[in-house]
């Protein structure tokens, strides 16, 4: 068997391999830690590496890493086996609670930053050593989160999900690293095209579904100054019965505001756009109610395309169906690799299996 897994201390010394195994699983998510199962012979030598808290590297070039939480030992026909589990270093962020007094506001990532930097970063008992966060890109619409007290990892998750960004901390530097993915779309020609389709026999379950239950596509825009009478916009144009309304207010602190120094250093002037400041307000609340128009599904059998070169976690695909008249893009949301006697497989996972408006419904 060619794979073998490392085993570390949490502290970052090597402690052995592990070559002989019955099979591992392997499974990176966009959104979530993702996870790791090794199963193998007990012997002394897998009793001493396979203990909670010890760190399962899959290879060490790649930066991922899996913390083992889960021990099963068991005796049955194959023998004695010893089966760890875990999930992946991005797990850490669950070992802390959100302690930031105020609102924390920004684009996505840099709130993300900011919550892993001021729980895991700073001085003191709540430091985790070694743990650091890069500069943010400034990706993601703009979020506000007042948390104190909820569990972090969780609370990152749910930014990263509602704005299509992943999120890991690498091994064993403990960096985190925010995954945006890259574009291997049909309709682009800079990078490598990742195309599935039943005809290629790479898919093995799709899945459409369209549903404009609670779509809009016109927006009443309410302006709410502190001490003025309220003022009304509307964004978009459609009438008649296909008309579909939603509404949203726009706060002073949200309106966009213009400084400028007055003719001959004569003071600073400040302008705002309380048109444009509307009209985007009312677009984004119209594109957080767009008809939910997605295609998800797994696929195996990518002989033609290679593993984190060709296609990786976060990557925007295009998945293809003659038969419905499909051909549509879809984010990688998880990567699961198996390896047991019989070989190495890999398969992808595209699409929100879980739509954020179901969620939202069925909470």
């Known amino acids: ?75 049955g026909d194959d023998g004695q086996m010893i089966t760890a589990g875990g999930r992946m270093l991005a797990a850490l962020l669950g070992r802390r609670v959100i302690l930031d007094d105020t609102a924390t506001e920004g684009d996505a990532e840099s709130v993300m930053l900011a919550l892993i930097a001021n729980n895991c970063c700073a001085a003191g008992d709540r430091k985790i050593p070694g743990m650091s966060v890069p500069a943010s890109q400034y990706r993601g619409e703009k979020v506000t989160v007042e948390a104190y007290g909820k569990n972090l990892l969780d609370k990152v998750q749910e930014i990263a999900e509602d704005n299509d960004l992943g999120f890991r901390v690498c091994w064993p530097s403990l960096a985190v690293e925010i995954v945006q993915g890259v574009d291997r779309t049909a309709g682009q020609s800079t990078n490598v095209r990742a ?42 144009t459609q009438t008649g019965i296909e008309r579909k309304e939603i509404f949203t207010t726009l706060k002073e602190a949200d309106a966009t505001t213009t400084v400028t120094v007055g003719e001959g250093g004569n003071g600073i002037i400040t302008t705002t756009d309380w048109d444009a400041s509307m009209d985007t307000a009312g677009a984004l609340a119209l594109a957080k109610n767009a008809a939910e128009d997605a295609v998800t599904g797994t696929a195996a059998n990518i002989e033609n395309l290679v593993y984190r070169a060709d296609y990786d976690l976060g990557d925007l695909i295009t998945v293809e169906s003659e038969e419905w008249g499909i051909a549509q893009d879809a984010r990688i949301t998880e990567v699961s690799e198996g390896f047991s006697a019989d070989g190495e497989a890999i398969e992808i996972t595209f699409g929100r299996q879980k739509p954020l408006r179901k969620i939202l419904r069925r909470e």
């Not at 590496?49 to 939480?69: F, M, S, T």
């Not at 404009?212 to 964004?235: F, G, H, Q």
Request: charged share 25%.
């Open 1 to 75: 068997m060619a794979r073998i897994f490392r085993v570390f201390s949490l502290a970052g010394a090597a402690l052995g391999v592990v070559e002989l195994y019955l099979e591992a699983t392997w499974t990176r998510r966009l959104y979530e830690s993702g996870e790791f199962e090794l199963t193998a012979p007990v012997t002394p030598e897998t009793l001493e590496l396979l203990k909670p808290g010890n760190i399962v590297v899959r290879d060490p070039d790649d930066g991922d890493a899996g913390i083992i939480e889960t021990l099963n030992m068991e005796w």
């Open 195 to 236: 195309i599935f389709s039943v005809s290629a026999e790479t898919l093995n379950q799709m899945e459409y579904e369209h549903d404009d239950t609670d779509a809009a596509n016109v927006c009443i825009v309410r302006y709410e100054p502190k001490e003025t009478s309220a003022e009304v916009r509307t964004v978009g």
